[in-house]
């Protein structure tokens, strides 16, 4: 494998409907600032692209399938080569680490991932069973299984076994809402308060409408390099923003379909292969674990996501990093629900499984400098979701994981507040960061880390 | 938890309007105000019926249709899935019916869902379950009944529950649904 940039990137503004452009011409928005951010015109982008790699979820929104390659003919990449994948949730994870590897193991030099959804063909609660149709339709969906229900029961769990409160899940709805304020590509830019979060319609008890993600018409792009395609392209005249941000490490993990048939492992399982490296070499860790176990947890339930913390661990390992929380400046993750960003601080070992509850109201994953009207303990220490993240921005599911990654990016680049025209969102001079992509009740899960090159 | 709309439900539907407006002369001007038009939208119905098998797993359906409960067990390791699964994850083994109907039971996790896909919004309010056996593996997901959606709460988990059976077979997981008891 060789080193891999993510020099550029563009974003639609994510919408409840896009009914002013087909899909095509969403994504050529996010396409076209990608490559005028290096200061490329599209006829030389054209010439030294490689390929690219397609992402979007469902066939069923659009009612059109290979809609890939009528984006590739449309962005006149053609005849150059391409494919689409897909995974649930994690689709725009899965696009940024398949684009990642085309540059990585020299088949191309340069790759643009791009992806997309137009969900709003649809009326919503079609397009909740167009998503439900992702769980196992002989026994999840026909019981009125759908993916609201099926977060509310994780988190349940996860109140019942760890104490989480709702309080603690709406603060992170609070908390991206508000930095999604600042984010001129976000879908809701608005401040609410524990208050509103928990008034809100009930969709899934105890799950409100305001800690559930809206569905969304959107596009993302992100543009991939090697070191010979950097040379190619500032050949042809591209101005490649620097610092350079490098992909230092990419992981993956996958488990059951059904939530029903996640295993329930015993502590010495646990520890011995889902630990992180810094839960391992914890004697206090070890011990707190041993009394969650004895006090009848059993791993990974369903109240944590064995996929995100394989993912995790793999991409940590690649990067060298070991104390997630400290070594992070930042995670990207994906926010589907409230409840699933606390699994998620878990399974990423930003906090230890059963603290992500009293992790999501400290303040430790919160912006520093933004007034969120409530009261934090905690100083900021690794914000999560800065940019507002899917219960914000928005969550046109094939574009969701690269707009992960083009945000990231631009923190790393230090260029938010040119892109955002507003640089509260900065993060102070971020050395690393983490995108993390979701699929079904955990199915797929990516997690890749950006590192900015001195 | 039930609230005073503000907005009306609303639908994809709406008129047929027969004559769309366009400019009168496709001279440049025209033409160049063709870029200032709304998009136009259109309604496609897309309907179809699928011969759905349920393969491998039809005993269990066929155990519902006659008031059984089946499961999946490994022969050998004794590992058994509650939703059933025509091989082991770990041994690749092929596994055998067990009838689970008279095991104790309890609530694993549950919600009551106040909205969901279209097909199940009349049915709302309804309570789905995750169910726990005893000596069982993994769980199954289910319909609670017997309990009061407007009064949710943690307790419900670890609650005693039978499964009860409908009297005629839909042969859908449906067809088996729990309350609280046994």
């Known amino acids: 494998m060789r080193p891999v940039y993510a020099i550029s990137g563009g974003v639609s503004k994510f919408a409840k409907s896009r009914p002013d452009k087909n899909f095509q011409g969403i994504v050529k928005e996010a396409y076209d600032y990608a490559i005028q951010d290096i200061d490329l015109d599209f006829p030389t982008f054209t010439r030294l692209v490689d390929g690219s790699v397609a992402s979007y979820f469902s066939d069923h929104f659009s009612r059109q399938l290979m809609a890939?390659?009528?984006?590739?003919?449309?962005?006149?990449?053609?005849?150059?080569?391409?494919?689409?994948?897909?995974?649930?949730?994690?689709?725009?994870?899965?696009?940024?680490?398949?684009?990642?590897?085309?540059?990585?193991?020299?088949?191309m030099d340069i790759c643009v991932a791009y992806g997309f959804e137009t969900m709003s063909h649809v009326e919503t609660w079609k397009g909740n069973e167009f998503i439900a149709l992702a769980s196992d339709v002989s026994f999840d969906y026909p019981v009125g299984g759908f993916y609201s229900g099926y977060y509310a029961m994780m988190v349940t769990r996860h109140m019942k076994e760890f104490g989480t409160t709702v309080e603690q899940m709406a603060a992170v709805s609070v908390k991206n809402h508000r930095n999604a304020y600042h984010n001129p590509y976000a879908q809701k830019r608005n401040r609410y308060s524990l208050e509103d979060v928990r008034n809100a319609p009930m969709v899934a008890w105890p799950l409100t409408r305001l800690d559930i993600c809206v569905m969304s018409d959107g596009a993302a792009a992100v543009i991939f390099a090697s070191e010979e395609g950097l040379k190619k392209l500032e050949a042809g005249g591209a101005k490649i923003?620097?610092?350079?941000?490098?992909?230092?490490?990419?992981?993956?993990?996958?488990?059951?379909?059904?939530?029903?048939?996640?295993?329930?492992?015993?502590?010495?399982?646990?520890?011995?292969?889902?630990?992180?490296?810094?839960?391992?070499?914890?004697?206090?860790?070890?011990?707190?674990?041993?009394?969650?176990?004895?006090?009848?947890?059993?791993?990974?339930?369903?109240?944590?996501?064995?996929?995100?913390?394989?993912?995790?661990?793999?991409?940590?390992?690649m990067a060298g990093v070991s104390d997630p929380l400290k070594e992070l400046d930042f995670v990207e993750l994906h926010d589907a629900y409230t409840s699933s960003e606390i699994q998620t601080y878990e399974d990423l070992g930003l906090c230890r499984y059963g603290e992500g509850?009293?992790?999501?109201?400290?303040?430790?994953?919160?912006?520093?400098?933004?007034?969120?009207?409530?009261?934090?303990?905690?100083?900021?220490?690794?914000?999560?979701?800065?940019?507002?993240?899917?219960?914000?921005?928005?969550?046109?599911?094939?574009?969701?994981?690269?707009?992960?990654?083009?945000?990231?990016?631009?923190?790393?680049?230090?260029?938010?507040?040119?892109?955002?025209?507003?640089?509260?969102?900065?993060?102070?001079?971020?050395?690393?960061?983490?995108?993390?992509?979701?699929?079904?009740?955990?199915?797929y899960v990516t997690v890749s880390i950006l590192e900015k090159q001195d | 938890m039930s609230k005073i709309p503000s907005q009306r439900d609303e639908s994809l539907g709406g008129f047929i309007v027969?004559?769309?407006?366009?400019?009168?002369?496709?001279?440049?001007?025209?033409?160049?105000?063709?870029k200032k038009l709304a998009p136009i939208q259109i309604e496609q119905e897309y309907k179809i019926t699928y011969l759905h098998s349920y393969g491998q797993d039809s005993p269990w359906f066929a155990g519902l249709a006659n008031k059984r409960l089946l499961a999946s067990r490994d022969p050998e390791s004794g590992y058994t899935y509650a939703t059933p699964r025509g091989n082991d994850m770990a041994s690749g083994r092929e596994t055998e019916w067990i009838d689970i109907t008279d095991r104790a039971a309890q609530v694993h996790a549950f919600t009551v869902c106040y909205f969901g896909s279209e097909e199940f919004l009349p049915e709302t309010p309804y309570v789905l379950a995750l169910i726990e056996f005893e000596d069982v593996n993994t769980l199954l997901l289910t319909r609670l009944m017997g309990v009061d959606p407007g009064e949710a709460s943690l307790d419900w988990i670890g609650m005693h529950v039978r499964p009860r059976f409908l009297r005629n077979s839909k042969l859908k997981p449906t067809d088996v649904y729990f309350v609280p008891g046994g």
Not at chain 1, 283 to 311: C, I, M, N, Q
Not at chain 2, 18 to 34: I, N, Q, S
């Open chain 1, 357 to 443: 509850g009293p992790f999501a109201s400290s303040g430790k994953a919160f912006m520093p400098g933004i007034d969120y009207g409530l009261t934090l303990a905690e100083e900021a220490e690794c914000p999560v979701n800065p940019s507002g993240g899917l219960i914000a921005c928005g969550h046109p599911v094939g574009a969701t994981g690269l707009m992960q990654g083009v945000f990231a990016i631009w923190q790393l680049q230090g260029t938010i507040g040119r892109h955002f025209g507003d640089a509260t969102l900065q993060v102070r001079n971020p050395r690393r960061g983490a995108i993390h992509s979701h699929a079904g009740t955990g199915t």
């Open chain 1, 68 to 107: 890939g390659i009528m984006v590739q003919d449309y962005l006149g990449l053609v005849p150059k080569p391409s494919h689409r994948v897909e995974g649930g949730g994690a689709t725009g994870g899965i696009c940024f680490q398949e684009a990642w590897k085309s540059v990585a193991s020299g088949a």
């Open chain 1, 241 to 317: 923003t620097q610092p350079l941000v490098l992909v230092s490490g990419i992981g993956r993990g996958t488990d059951a379909m059904r939530m029903s048939d996640r295993p329930h492992v015993d502590y010495d399982f646990f520890m011995e292969n889902y630990a992180t490296q810094q839960e391992g070499s914890s004697d206090e860790t070890r011990a707190y674990y041993k009394r969650l176990w004895d006090r009848g947890t059993r791993y990974p339930g369903v109240h944590s996501f064995r996929a995100g913390r394989t993912a995790g661990n793999m991409a940590y390992k």
């Open chain 2, 18 to 34: 027969h004559g769309v407006p366009f400019p009168v002369d496709t001279d440049p001007e025209g033409l160049a105000y063709l």
